[in-house]
């Protein structure tokens, strides 16, 4: 390095999003201006939630289900009120009161409650939106006789005949595989949704 001279090596994005993994919250100072008026803020706070969600999940019909959020950072920035989403789409909390709680029971499970759960957490600072846990409910079972899609609570040739079709036909029912062969929806058509099948398939409920 010359003398009198000071370099500073440029930050990673990976660098940035590993700094601001252990921030709950944010304080400072900005003033903005235009050709008319100044305006600033001083000390204005941002507030940060960090929000464990389980991994991706299989389960059988009729199974109880609950997803639980843990709040592992962020508390302390409230108050804020909660609300699950599923698929994007806000649950009704008159229906099941649990929608606004961490914890989300969605009892007995059903094929509808497939599908990828968020929790959208509101304070005075605005909307923070977690990451989607998925659950997947008899994803082996997929399959009704005359190889026809559909749900029948068996796991037969038929299951195979849709699985195959659907996965070359790129359709939703056979993205149920991840890198490593780990059960998840990952977009992509590969060899990790036929060994996550094949896995459910025999796995009984």
Known sequence: MAQGHAYRRCAHEAEFRAALAAVT???FRAE???SVDTGSLDNA???LYTVALPAPRAVCSGEQVQ???ELTSGAENGPYTLRWRKDGAPMDAIANPSVVTLLLDLGAAAVG???RYDLLITSACGEHATAAAQLMVDPADVGVPGGVPGHDGTRD???FVVFIDAFFGQR???DVGSQGGQLGSDDAFDNNDFVVFIDQFFTEC
């Open 25 to 27: 919250s944010l304080q």
């Open 157 to 159: 040739n038929n299951d």
């Open 45 to 47: 706070r941002l507030s």
């Open 113 to 115: 409650d497939a599908g």
């Open 172 to 174: 939703v029912e056979a």
């Open 32 to 34: 903005f201006s235009n």
């Open 67 to 69: 997803i639980i959020a």
